[in-house]
């Protein structure tokens, strides 16, 4: 079993749909999870983080984690061509009580928002 | 906002070459990080630094070691560079901290590297 599982996908949705990615993980004593964007040919980029259970809303972008599941979303509102890209799952590596930040990635889904 | 710079972005290499990526962050964190990203295979981690001096191996660490003399700078190396390590290198940052300090790691812009 994969630490970190996504649809590769393709997902393609039409402009102004909810665009939803699924992630799910194996280490049940995971502590911090995240959602980075890439576009084609470049870095990932931070677009949320989310620690507790339950849901997070930023603008357009709203997180969903569930523990108990070892399930953690993003949703995607009113979507633009302009999010089209690779969405990257990403879960906190925890030395003991330590995070040094390590992060284990999916594979990733790739979200094409059509006009 | 959180700088880190990768100084090479592409790179041709032959076959047994010895190769260094260079990365820098400007805000004083405290851990660095080379991952490597390939189609299908996702982002893997080589190598981590906490501290200067400091290395852990990653996940993928075979073929490669690390450098931290200075704390704001992190390279990764290539002893003998072989064909199956062209790849795209992704360094980034975190500030070290318990678990109930949310750590978010930052990237660099990447470097791309083909080894002919």
């Known amino acids: 079993q994969k630490e970190v599982e996504q649809n590769s996908g393709p997902l393609s949705v039409p402009e102004g749909a909810i665009a939803s990615l699924n992630c799910t993980y194996s280490d049940r004593g995971s502590q911090s999870f995240f959602w980075y964007r890439q576009y084609s040919g470049k870095s990932p980029e931070l677009i949320m983080s989310i620690y507790s259970n339950g849901d997070k809303e930023d603008g357009r972008f709203t997180a969903q984690l569930n523990k108990a599941s070892q399930y953690v979303s993003l949703l995607i509102r009113d979507s633009q061509p302009s999010d089209s890209a690779t969405y990257l799952c990403a879960v906190n590596k925890m030395d003991g009580g330590t995070s040094y930040g390590k992060l284990t990635f999916g594979q990733g889904t790739i979200l094409t928002v059509h006009p | 906002d959180v700088k880190v710079t990768q100084s090479s972005r592409y790179l041709v290499k032959r076959t047994g070459e010895k190769v260094f990526l260079e990365c820098v962050q400007d805000?004083?964190?405290?851990?660095m990080f080379w991952y490597r990203q390939d189609p299908g295979l996702g982002l893997r981690l080589i190598y981590f630094s906490y501290d200067v001096k400091m290395k852990e191996k990653g996940d993928i660490p075979e073929g490669y070691s690390v450098s931290r003399e200075k704390k704001e700078r992190f390279s990764l190396i290539l002893e003998s560079a072989s064909t199956n390590q062209t790849s795209m290198y992704l360094c980034?940052?975190?500030?070290?901290?318990?678990?109930?300090?949310?750590?978010?790691?930052?990237f660099g812009e990447g470097s791309w590297l083909t080894v002919v």
């Open positions: 805000m004083d964190h405290e851990n």
């Open positions: 980034a940052s975190s500030v070290y901290g318990t678990w109930r300090v949310r750590n978010t790691i930052y």
